[in-house]
């Protein structure tokens, strides 16, 4: 008996912005890999996917608590800078939470300019999670994310 061949997953970009923070702006394209379909508590077709360079993200504590989350919710492993005195950190994000803004829409191959909303994930414990959890990761804003077909070779056990 053989094992089963790797699953595939494709390659996209995250082109450009409509809204969101300027520093990401100045990080576009970034490019990222699907992981899996990741059921969310108001729709079941949210994306986790891994980006090919980490993004940096510069936020405070007063962000992250307009979020609902405070700096001692983020995996340890994702801070470049602990929050200094005035409660300003630094972190490095592997891996995102994207759905299309449009309901029925998916990211999938051949898309082009396709409108998502995408969240930062900053716990590195939802790649294991079954289901979404919005705790786990910042809302950063909307963006048009294209499929480039460039390493749809690649199985999973390459990505990680």
């Given at each position: 008996m053989t094992d089963a061949p790797a699953p595939f997953f494709p390659y996209f970009t995250l082109d450009a912005l409509t809204l969101g923070p300027?520093?990401?702006?100045?990080?576009?394209?970034?490019h990222f890999?699907?992981?899996?379909?990741?059921p969310g508590p108001d729709r079941p077709d949210y994306v986790l996917a891994r980006l090919t360079r980490p993004l940096a993200f510069q936020t405070n504590r007063a962000e992250l608590?307009?979020?609902?989350?405070?700096?001692?919710?983020?995996?340890?492993r994702f801070v470049v800078r602990p929050p200094d005195a005035a409660g300003r950190l630094a972190?490095?994000?592997?891996?995102v939470v994207m759905a299309a803004r449009l309901v029925g829409t998916q990211i999938v191959h051949g898309v082009q300019g396709l409108g998502v909303n995408f969240?930062?994930?900053?716990?590195g414990s939802l790649y294991d999670d079954q289901q979404l959890d919005f705790s786990k990761c910042v809302y950063?804003?909307?963006?048009?994310?294209?499929?480039?077909g460039q390493g749809d070779h690649l199985p999973l056990t390459a990505l990680l």
């Amino acid at each position: 008996m053989t094992d089963a061949p790797a699953p595939f997953f494709p390659y996209f970009t995250l082109d450009a912005l409509t809204l969101g923070p300027g520093d990401l702006s100045a990080q576009l394209p970034a490019h990222f890999r699907l992981l899996r379909i990741l059921p969310g508590p108001d729709r079941p077709d949210y994306v986790l996917a891994r980006l090919t360079r980490p993004l940096a993200f510069q936020t405070n504590r007063a962000e992250l608590a307009c979020s609902n989350l405070s700096p001692e919710r983020v995996d340890p492993r994702f801070v470049v800078r602990p929050p200094d005195a005035a409660g300003r950190l630094a972190l490095s994000i592997a891996l995102v939470v994207m759905a299309a803004r449009l309901v029925g829409t998916q990211i999938v191959h051949g898309v082009q300019g396709l409108g998502v909303n995408f969240a930062y994930v900053i716990d590195g414990s939802l790649y294991d999670d079954q289901q979404l959890d919005f705790s786990k990761c910042v809302y950063v804003g909307v963006g048009f994310v294209s499929h480039h077909g460039q390493g749809d070779h690649l199985p999973l056990t390459a990505l990680l």
